[in-house]
């Protein structure tokens, strides 16, 4: 299996925004059933958000409002665009399938905010 590869952290100050993109192999993907997953230093991963199988999305409490996840099926892509970023929203972000078996998790995206 080919694993996703993310894109698109970097450093940013508190109150700004990022977008997010994952490229996923054709075999893998749909927009259903996928998420983005965050790691913070000395912490466990965890959900941020993720497109269900029946097209609904769900997001942690801690970025409900700020952030959207979407996909694009034509490009084997989902998205996460993240607004009023906050310093603990820095982690690496990771996305891979969500309410099925995961797949290898590929190197994630470092987003840091940080004034």
């Known amino acids: 299996q080919v694993p996703p590869v993310e894109s698109g952290g970097g450093l940013v100050q508190p109150g700004g925004s990022l977008r997010l993109s994952c490229a996923a192999s054709r075999i893998l993907f749909s927009i259903n059933g996928m998420g983005w997953y965050r790691q913070a230093p000395g912490k466990q991963r965890e959900l941020v958000a993720a497109i269900t199988s029946t097209s609904g999305t769900i997001y942690a409490d801690s970025v409900k409002g700020r952030f959207t996840i979407s996909g694009d099926n034509a490009k084997n892509t989902v998205y996460l665009q993240m607004n009023s970023l906050k310093p603990e929203d820095t982690a690496v972000y990771y996305c891979?399938?969500?309410?099925?078996?995961?797949?290898?998790w590929g190197q994630g995206t470092q987003v840091t905010v940080s004034s």
């Open positions: 891979n399938t969500y309410g099925r078996s995961f797949v290898s």
